[in-house]
């Protein structure tokens, strides 16, 4: 079982910065992959990046190609998303996830077993 809670959403302009956290607590985060979702209002949950259960093995969806980073530190039992150049369509609530059941991280929403509870980050042009 793995219980996890983000951090650092809030808002900022068009151009920012803003680091998300994701502390996980439980014995099967050190060998899962993991992910970064977002969802807006009445869409279908999306898939931002996700990293391999060593943190190595990154990917992530066109849109946020080259200003996103997301990382896995497994001895502190965290994970970061961190996002430049922010642009209002990257308005969201940001979810992180944990895939257990597989040993390869995943594009779909579906595929993961635990989830944050989200973070709202905002951004205004």
């Known amino acids: 079982h793995v219980q996890l809670a983000e951090s650092g959403g809030g808002s900022v302009q068009a151009g920012g910065s803003l680091r998300l956290s994701c502390a996980a607590s439980?014995?099967?985060?050190?060998?899962?992959?993991v992910a970064w979702f977002r969802q807006v209002p009445g869409k279908e949950r999306e898939f931002v990046a996700a990293t391999s259960w060593r943190g190595g093995n990154t990917h992530y969806a066109a849109s946020v190609k080259g200003r996103f980073t997301v990382s896995k530190d497994n001895d502190k039992n965290m994970m970061t998303l961190q996002m430049n150049s922010l642009k209002p369509d990257d308005t969201a609530v940001y979810y992180c996830a944990v895939r257990t059941s597989y040993s390869s991280p995943s594009y779909f929403y579906g595929d993961y077993d635990y989830w944050g509870h989200g973070t709202q980050v905002t951004v205004s042009s």
């Open positions: 439980g014995d099967t985060f050190n060998t899962a992959p």
